[in-house]
């Protein structure tokens, strides 16, 4: 018995390794909806669907949803050696998660920040955001135009937020708002195209890179 284990265990040894399933697929197939589906519940926030005492009604959807969606995304997306996608949808995943803790944050007293010092709380998470998502703009424009367009936008709803939380402006919140749904169906373009091609058809028209 003894010289018949040895012998199987030389052969297991002999026998090539077998390979691990190689990672494929495409990330944004979760992490577009996810995104989509945040933005959609912060634009209805904006525009005042619900009440400013219930700017809190997003959060279990971008917590739960967004959140967790994105960070699947750019796991993935990093497990293909998508270094640039995987460092998009990582960092949306923190300005998600971000905002979902500053708006806890303020509404449970979870800082100790006094009162008077809320409202430019709410404008360094903003400018703060405006810097990165800026930086990303600008760093992703060797990707397709339609990526391009949709950083400017998110970056133009940060500038309008800013502005709205500042001056305390309904008027211009709910600008943002429109904008944050604008932003939100170039999502929508973007995960047809990436579903069109799942499904065996054509990648949708995106643009030619600005940078080349």
């Known amino acids: 018995m003894t010289t018949i284990d040895a012998d199987a265990h ?17 990330p944004a197939l979760i992490g577009l909806p996810s995104f989509i589906v945040g933005s959609v519940a912060l634009g209805l926030v904006l525009v005042g ?12 959807i971008i917590v739960a949803a967004t959140s967790v969606g994105l960070l699947v ?35 449970h007293n979870w800082f100790a920040i006094a009162a008077g010092d809320a409202l430019h709380t709410q404008g360094l998470y903003v400018i703060s955001w405006l810097v990165v998502i800026g930086m990303l ?13 949709l950083f400017a936008l998110i970056e133009l709803a940060l500038v309008l937020v800013l502005i709205g939380t500042l001056q305390q402006s309904t008027g211009t919140l709910k600008v943002a708002g429109v904008v944050v749904f604008v932003f939100a169906a170039v999502g929508v373009y973007l995960f ?6 799942a499904t065996g058809g054509k990648a949708f028209p995106l643009g030619q890179a600005l940078v080349r």
């Open 137 to 149: 703009t600008l760093a992703t424009l060797r990707l397709p135009m339609a990526y391009t367009v």
């Open 49 to 60: 669907y619900v009440t400013a005492a219930g700017v809190g009604a997003s959060l279990p």
């Open 73 to 107: 995304a750019a796991i993935w997306s990093a497990a293909l050696g998508q270094s640039a996608v995987a460092g998009v949808f990582g960092i949306f995943a923190g300005f998600w998660l971000s905002y979902a803790t500053l708006v806890l944050g303020l509404t």
């Open 192 to 197: 047809f195209s990436s579903a069109s091609q």
């Open 10 to 26: 030389s052969l297991q040894e002999q026998l090539p390794a077998e390979a691990a399933p190689a990672v494929t697929g495409d």
